[in-house]
């Protein structure tokens, strides 16, 4: 069973910035691809980053992009979002999740993915 644990959420002013970290059991972690979602009150899930097995390979929402950076150590079965200028309307629940190796779903959709943390609450005040 693999289990991902979000941390590093909380509240910040515009403009300021946050690290989240995602940590996941397992010895299986280098293997995957993972993804940041977020979901902010009354919306649905939103893709937000994407980083490859190895992390040669990242992707980006547009509304993120330029401003936040995702990284992983697979030596530490950890992956990261590095979130630098935020906005009010960054404030979400962010999620980490394992990006199925099965599942042909693209990489941008909740679908995707078959893992889940239990998220970490951002808040962006004005």
């Known amino acids: 069973q693999v289990q991902l644990v979000e941390s590093g959420g909380g509240l910040v002013q515009a403009g300021g910035s946050l690290r989240l970290s995602c940590a996941a059991s397992?010895?299986?972690?280098?293997?995957?691809?993972m993804g940041w979602f977020r979901q902010a009150p009354g919306k649905e899930r939103e893709f937000v980053a994407y980083i490859n097995w190895n992390g040669g390979g990242t992707n980006y929402a547009d509304s993120v992009k330029g401003r936040f950076t995702i990284s992983r150590d697979n030596a530490k079965n950890t992956v990261y979002l590095q979130m630098n200028s935020l906005k009010p309307e960054d404030t979400a629940v962010y999620y980490c999740a394992r990006r199925s190796q099965i599942i042909a779903t693209p990489f941008t959709r909740a679908g995707a993915y078959d893992y889940w943390g239990q998220g970490t609450q951002v808040t962006v005040s004005s």
């Open positions: 397992g010895r299986t972690f280098s293997s995957y691809a």
